[in-house]
């Protein structure tokens, strides 16, 4: 069964159009444009079902939600212009793909994924100078692989980007902010195979998490700017168990945080902040196969690093002139086994260096 709709908004009034069957086979289109409008789309025990939204103008509101399916389901809202707001519920079915893309003022977009017993796909684009943007994409209880991509760039303010994984075998998640004021972009993921990785470019007073349990952890996140210096750049990375790894870069920016923090197993972090000012840099690892490398240029670079045991290793280097004083500040805690540390600063008067090695 086929329901194709093609609605336009001649007044302020909301327009509703639902498409709702229970079929072997459902394809909804609904086109709006102007004015309040509003698009409701349920597929739920449907085989083969897609959905495709498109709105075009003021204050939209959308709302698919599709399950209960032994095949593939396909979701597409595309919504150009003013208050936009797209909600899509997909679950129970052999795999699922969501797309979103929005451009206007207020966009606030979610993506729900659960239960998929293949693949799950999700992905958000939020673009085109707009304010106050919130793109949430969450997918839980997938049994194999799971994958998630949030895009929020050209000149946009006040953006904030979560990607939740639960349970999926394998998982990717990547968030890319650009040009844009008040970032903030977070990515949770837990078990199996995961992958986690946010770019920030030319973006002020941004902020940027990932957070990651158990198995074969990787992360990254890089904040840089191509044209000036980014202003007040924080990014966090806390791994639990397994393989870990984790790398942040930071580049050309005006005050610049990074955190790693990693407990158990295989642990690698490594950490560069580049031609920025008022550098800090700190990261924590707990025990098994640590590393570290840290290298930061620049001026007022601060760096802390603690190993609580098992292989060690870590290397520092700083360069760059201090500010008033507190210039160049290395500290190293190593506990137990297999300690390394070398630290070199260069670049400035007022350079401190630390190290405190323990055996076990």
Request: hydrophobic share 40%; net charge negative; aromatic share 2%.
């Given at each position: 069964m086929k329901?194709?709709?093609?609605?336009?908004?001649?007044?302020?009034?909301?327009?509703?159009?639902?498409?709702?069957?229970?079929?072997?086979?459902?394809?909804?289109?609904?086109?709006?444009?102007?004015?309040?409008?509003?698009?409701?789309?349920?597929?739920?025990g449907v085989d083969f079902s897609s959905s495709e939204i498109m709105q075009n103008g003021n204050d939209n509101n959308t709302t698919v939600i599709q399950g209960n399916s032994t095949f593939s389901m396909y979701s597409t809202v595309n919504i150009q212009g003013d208050l936009n707001m797209a909600d899509v519920e997909q679950?129970?079915?052999?795999?699922?793909?969501?797309?979103?893309?929005?451009?206007?003022?207020?966009?606030?977009?979610?993506?729900?994924?659960?239960?998929?017993s293949e693949n799950a796909s999700a992905g958000i684009n939020q673009t085109l100078e707009a304010w106050n943007n919130t793109a949430t994409i969450r997918q839980t209880d997938e049994s194999y692989w799971a994958q998630a991509t949030i895009n929020q760039f050209d000149m946009a303010e006040f953006n904030t980007a979560l990607i939740v994984q639960n349970y999926a075998a394998d998982s990717i998640a990547l968030i890319t902010q650009e040009f844009s004021l008040e970032s903030n972009a977070e990515a949770w993921q837990t078990g199996g195979a995961q992958n986690a990785e946010v770019y920030q470019y030319d973006t002020w007073y941004s902020s940027a998490t990932i957070n990651q349990s158990g198995d074969m952890n990787t992360a990254f996140i890089d904040q840089n700017s191509f044209d000036a210096l980014t202003i007040d750049s924080t990014a966090m990375i806390s791994q639990s168990g397994n393989e870990n790894d984790a790398s942040i870069y930071q580049e050309s920016a005006d005050t610049a945080r990074s955190t790693v923090s990693q407990a158990g197993d295989g642990n690698i972090a490594t950490t560069s902040q580049t031609n920025g000012i008022d550098l800090l840099t700190t990261i924590t690892q707990d025990g098994f196969g640590n590393d570290s490398l840290i290298d930061q240029t620049g001026s007022g670079n601060i760096t802390d690093v603690q190993q609580m045991g098992d292989y060690g290793i870590v290397t520092i280097n700083q360069s760059g002139l201090g500010v008033a004083g507190v210039e160049n500040m290395a500290t190293v805690y190593q506990s137990g086994y297999m300690n390394t540390a070398t630290i070199s600063q260069a670049g400035g008067a007022g350079n401190q260096a630390s190290i405190s090695q323990t055996p076990l």
């Open positions: 329901n194709r709709y093609h609605l336009s908004a001649i007044t302020a009034a909301m327009l509703l159009a639902i498409s709702s069957v229970n079929a072997d086979e459902s394809s909804s289109t609904i086109d709006q444009s102007g004015d309040g409008n509003s698009a409701d789309i349920k597929q739920v679950h129970n079915a052999a795999g699922a793909t969501a797309n979103i893309t929005q451009s206007g003022l207020e966009n606030i977009a979610q993506i729900h994924q659960m239960t998929m």
